[in-house]
């Protein structure tokens, strides 16, 4: 059974560098064709895809924000991380991390239940 | 980058009815293209992979057609429980679709 969470501050400031952690079980990142992307969502607004990375450490970043942002893997504890920095309101969001692979369901199929960053001073 | 056109931005229906949602790519992405079902406070679930797989678990009421440019997602019946909010993504680089948002007539 896969299962991933999302994890990290729930308030930070303008300008400050935002740290979330998917946590996640039922997959590893070593296995080949699998990775772990990042989409947020501004509250009642669409969803945006961020980043994903691949069991190879091929990373892909959304071109509009590939700048701010960093994405990481830790294989051994099953997380994956990702970094934005200079956070503006405007990035007030529920931040989701999801699988994917390339192979079979080549989607992002399975889904955390999301946290709900807030940018405010 | 792709562009994902998704229209109606929202539609009322009523139980019963046959829904349509359709997405158009600014560039022609092949079939690789799913949708996907959000109910308030809950994350996107997967509804429809290469544009007409049905994801396994997924009411067959619910289907996906097209490639290239053009797409659409189908649900034959309407059922109470599928008044959500609904997205269609570009998995060729990445991009959803605006949102339609279906609600009760």
């Known amino acids: 059974q896969i299962t991933l969470k999302e994890s990290g501050p729930t308030l930070v400031k303008p300008t400050q560098t935002l740290t979330l952690t998917c946590t996640f079980s039922g997959f590893s990142l070593s296995t080949s064709g699998v990775g772990v992307g990042w989409i947020r969502q501004p509250p009642g607004k669409a969803l945006e895809w961020l980043a994903l990375i691949y069991w190879d450490d091929d990373k892909r970043y959304s071109p509009s924000l590939k700048s701010r942002l960093t994405i990481t893997k830790d294989t051994s504890k099953n997380q994956v991380v990702l970094t934005m920095t200079n956070m503006d309101p405007v990035d007030t969001a529920t931040y989701y991390c999801a699988h994917r692979a390339i192979f079979g369901v080549a989607f992002f199929d399975y889904w955390g239940q999301g946290t709900l960053v807030t940018v405010s001073s | 980058a792709i562009q994902m056109t998704q229209s109606p931005s929202s539609l009322s229906a009523s139980v019963g009815d046959r829904v349509t949602i359709t997405c158009r790519a600014s560039q022609g992405i092949r079939n690789d293209l799913g949708w996907y079902q959000q109910k308030p406070g809950k994350a996107p679930k997967l509804l429809i992979y290469?544009?007409?797989s049905l994801q396994s678990g997924v009411p067959s009421r619910f289907s996906g057609s097209g490639s290239g440019t053009d797409f659409t997602l189908t649900i034959s019946s309407l059922q109470p429980e599928d008044f959500a909010t609904y997205y269609c993504l570009q998995d060729y680089s990445w991009t959803f679709g605006q949102g339609t948002k279906v609600e009760i007539k």
């Open positions: 290469a544009a007409s």
